[in-house]
């Protein structure tokens, strides 16, 4: 199988992993909640507060959007370039 499906064929370690689950009655192939996965900060809240202060002052930087409501550089990045939701501003 390897050579028709190369990478995309799973390993035979791993389909005896999910046999052993499934033959211990873990029906799920989704990964469960774990204690220290990300939460989502990039909610319709923080996104009015990051445009708040973008209509405020057009020059402010990306940290300094960051800051104010208390979510990291790259989340409040992805607000003000969000493409999907027309949240351009730069």
Not at 21 to 34: A, E, L, Q, W, Y
Not at 49 to 59: G, T, Y
Not at 62 to 85: Q, R, T, Y
């Amino acid at each position: 199988m390897k050579v028709q499906y190369d990478d995309a064929c799973l390993s035979l370690q791993q389909v005896y992993e999910w046999t052993r689950k499934f033959m211990n009655g873990i029906s799920s192939v989704t990964d469960s909640p774990r204690t220290g996965q990300a939460h989502p900060v990039v909610t319709p809240e923080t996104i009015a507060a990051v445009e708040a202060i973008v209509k405020e002052n057009l020059r402010v930087t990306v940290n300094e959007k960051a800051a104010h409501p208390d979510m990291s550089h790259g989340s409040a990045h992805n607000i003000v370039h969000d493409k999907k939701n027309k949240n351009i501003y730069i």
